[in-house]
């Protein structure tokens, strides 16, 4: 049992964003972090907590806003961004996610900001065309890191979220985005 729960809990890459953004910036180039995950988990309020965090340790931050779908979705995350002091990357809705994202992370190379934030729509793990959608995102725009945000009483559910957003976020053989421990349950 402790060996399996060592297994489970123990990360498979660095977990040391601040050295990794560190690393980005000596590249010439923002760290990308993506946040996924179904619908009303807390994504948009995960992204402002490791914000604030980013911003506290020095770091210039453009939160981009790839929720393009849900209605008040770019004035929630300009609310955080206000409350913060970060800047927001937004062009409205109705959008193609993917292209925003693009769009946002190409600005925050031109303006010199250290790291971008991407806010995704939530979408249930079956919902084919809303995963097909996160792929082309992911796939597109290569962040550096994934995060999936999932909610605590899911139950089991979450092992299947978990498979499911993986699978999609890791196609043309980039390594598993978020946290690969479901197939280890």
Not at 21 to 40: C, D, L
Not at 44 to 73: E, N, W
Not at 168 to 180: A, F, I, K, L
Request: proline share 3%.
């Amino acid at each position: 049992m402790e060996a399996a729960l060592t297994r489970i809990l123990t990360p498979k890459q660095s977990q040391n964003i601040l050295k990794e953004v560190e690393t980005s910036k000596a590249e010439g180039r923002p760290y990308v972090i993506t946040f996924v995950g179904v619908n009303g988990v807390g994504k948009s309020t995960s992204l402002s907590k490791v914000c604030r965090y980013l911003m506290h340790h020095g770091h210039r931050v453009l939160i981009t806003a790839c929720d393009t779908f849900r209605s008040g979705a770019v004035e929630q995350l300009r609310v955080h961004a206000t409350r913060l002091g970060a800047d927001l990357y937004e062009q409205g809705y109705a959008k193609d996610p993917a292209s925003v994202a693009m769009a946002g992370v190409r600005h925050a190379k031109d303006k010199g900001y250290d790291v971008v934030l991407i806010d995704t729509a939530g979408r249930m793990q079956d919902n084919e065309p809303l995963m097909r959608a996160l792929a082309k995102l992911v796939n597109l725009n290569r962040p550096d890191k994934v995060l999936f945000v999932g909610e605590a009483l899911v139950g089991n559910d979450s092992v299947d979220q978990l498979q499911k957003f993986n699978q999609v976020c890791s196609r043309g053989g980039r390594e598993p985005c978020v946290n690969d421990c479901a197939h280890q349950l």
